[in-house]
């Protein structure tokens, strides 16, 4: 298909394919080769065939006429700055394609939420393509906010959307209520995105608040003579229908209040086709909205309830089944790599790297290792969206100042100490997410306002993972450098890299004096002992020094204590002395 014929199927448009339309097309084919010679008839059955395989070959899809071409892009999972990296390449791939309609099959809890603001903005700013959000089966917190900044909502059968309201998390109080200044600018950025979908696409613009916040009971009301609907806040209900038991349908019209409005008591389902109750209120003060899909149909969000791409093919008039667009290798193994568990086994490789690089230097393996696993453990977090350039940063100058501690300044700690801080803080920042821009929001007092104390639950739950990570790293690494200290010397290969624990025996310097100057030996100063100086033991001369004091020449000694070349002795008396007293 030409991307230039591709015609572009407004809101609420239906497809223009009528399926009856092939069949008569064949019926006037066979029709003409009657009256044709029968060599006519073969091309025709043949060219018949022909077609019959190239259909099954494209897969069984048929085309429509004048229906756009459309390309699926599945979102999984948490939204980070992978997937919103992953999406860039992906509308990139779809726009060479030709596609008109990009379908963003959403299938997500959340994620953070400066992600999903670029993936918005990369939404609304793709003017040259139709964007639709397809919930398969639920879009949840920034799942909602990327379904409402496109340009159509469609639902899938037992799916869900809403539930995307910030809170605020206390490392002493846990959960904490916010007041209405504070809970205004936590909520600033993502009611801003809601409000703009509901100006741009016509949501009711109470119920786009409503997925964010919570405080109002609404009901939903009806025109008994227009039909027209709305929805309204319990204190502006009397307004409308101020005689409540006014209930019904439509045959109902005559005990209506004179305002003609009424509460809206049943919808048909367009899933199950028959009629269903509506609970009124519709939104409880203490509840955030969450639609099913048939809600997200009644409100006026989604255009309709797809459980498969032919239906949805169905319901947005497109060429056929669309491509789907998945991400790569690379995009998946970023977020994997970026997993607590993977982050918790790389951090143990850079300690045991480091480890065996110190055990046996010269050889490079521990510390190639060490640098590798450095590398995949801040790099995969950056491209995530997790760690920023100042945690690397950070991290890169604590391994500079242990270095300075351990090659310059031996023995100074300060550096050393300095540097192992910084490290610590850098990995457990590693951890946390960036959170929301929040506009005009004061730092702590006396800290630049670039420094705010962490106020969401992602943010001390990344702490707590941080944390958690490098005490377990730091206990996994100790057992394994003893068990490794221990037995991996004796392996055939490892022993060949990382030299064995000596043994006293290896250790013991050579003995100068294997014959004389034993412990308990008695000798003769042979100069002034200095306390070091020469003293002879029978024929062998032996350098010693003496215990405390000077002790003259020609002086009786002997040895006290012995460790290899170095020989202590003090003075002692001559026993025929003794006698002669």
């Known amino acids: 298909m030409q991307p ?67 390309v699926i892009v599945p979102i999984k999972g948490t939204i980070d700055d992978v997937m919103y990296r992953s999406l860039q390449r992906r509308f990139a ?9 990009v379908v963003l099959e959403l299938d997500t809890p959340g994620g953070m939420v400066t992600s999903a ?16 959000a397809w919930v398969r089966p639920h879009a949840f917190s920034a799942g909602a906010m990327i379904a409402v900044a496109c340009d159509e909502i469609v639902m899938g059968k037992s799916s869900r959307i809403g539930d995307c309201a910030p809170i605020m998390l206390s490392p002493t109080d846990g959960l904490q209520s916010l007041g209405e200044t504070e809970r205004a600018k936590a909520e600033s950025p993502i009611l801003a995105e809601f409000r703009d979908a509901a100006h741009r696409h016509g ?14 009971e609404i009901y939903w009301i009806e025109h008994v003579s227009s039909g027209e609907r709305r929805f309204v806040r319990k204190e502006d209900l009397p307004r409308f229908v101020p005689d409540l038991t006014a209930r019904g349908d439509a045959n109902e019209a005559a005990s209506a209040p004179s305002g003609g409005w009424r509460l809206v008591e049943r919808m048909r389902d367009p ?73 918790s086994i790389l951090f143990v490789l850079i300690l045991m790297g480091a480890y ?117 790293g730091l206990l996994a690494s100790a057992v394994l450098a003893y068990l490794f200290s221990r037995f991996l010397p004796r392996a055939p290969v490892i022993g060949r890299v990382i030299a064995p624990n000596p043994t006293p025996e290896s250790i013991e310097p050579d003995d100068p004096y294997p014959m004389a100057a034993q412990v308990g030996d008695i000798g003769v100063a042979e100069t002034l002992l200095r306390p070091a100086g020469k003293a ?42 003794s006698r002669r007293g």
């Not at 603001?117 to 639709?132: E, F, G, H, M, P």
């Not at 003259?552 to 026993?575: C, L, S």
């Open 536 to 577: 002879r033991f029978g024929p062998i001369l032996v350098d010693v020094v003496s215990e405390s004091d000077y002790i003259e020449a020609g002086a009786r000694i002997q040895v006290i204590e012995r460790f290899g070349n170095r020989v202590v002795v003090r003075r002692t008396p001559d026993p025929r002395e």
């Open 117 to 132: 603001l670029d993936i918005c903005t990369l939404i609304k700013n793709a003017s040259d393509v139709k964007t639709v």
């Open 271 to 343: 899933q199950l086709d028959r009629e269903l109750d509506v609970k009124q209120p519709i939104l409880s003060p203490k509840e955030l909205l969450t639609m099913k899909q048939n809600e997200a149909v009644w409100y006026g969000f989604a255009k309709g309830i797809a459980g498969s791409e032919s239906e949805l093919v169905e319901i947005l008039g497109l060429a056929d089944v669309p491509a789907r667009l998945e991400t790569n290798w690379a995009e998946g193994v970023a977020s994997w790599l970026s997993s607590p568990v993977v982050r």
């Open 203 to 216: 949501y009711d613009a109470l119920l786009s608040e409503s997925m964010v916040r919570i405080g109002h």
């Open 356 to 472: 065996a690089e110190f055990h046996a230097p010269g050889h490079l393996v521990g510390g190639a290792v060490a640098l590798i696993a450095l590398a995949i453990f801040l790099g995969a977090p950056y491209l995530t969206g997790l760690a920023n350039v100042w945690e690397i940063v950070v991290i890169i100058l604590g391994i500079g100042l242990i270095a300075v501690e351990l090659f310059l300044t031996p023995g100074l700690l300060l550096p050393g100490l300095l540097g192992l801080a910084l490290i610590l803080v850098g990995v457990v920042s590693s951890f946390v997410q960036p959170e929301a821009p929040l506009p005009s929001a004061p730092g702590l007092p006396g800290m630049p306002d670039w420094f705010r104390w962490p106020r969401s639950v992602a943010t001390w739950q990344g702490i707590r993972t941080g944390v958690s990570v490098v005490s377990g």
């Open 93 to 101: 791939e779809s726009a060479q394609r030709g596609a008109r309609v």
């Open 4 to 70: 230039g014929r591709v015609g572009f199927p407004t809101r609420g448009s239906e497809a223009s394919y009528n399926p009856g339309r092939t069949g008569g097309r064949t019926a006037e084919v066979r029709a003409m080769s009657s009256t044709r010679s029968g060599c006519v008839g073969r091309a025709v059955c043949v060219a018949s065939a022909l077609g019959l395989l190239a259909s099954f070959a494209a897969g069984g899809v048929e085309r429509r006429e004048g229906g756009p071409s459309a």
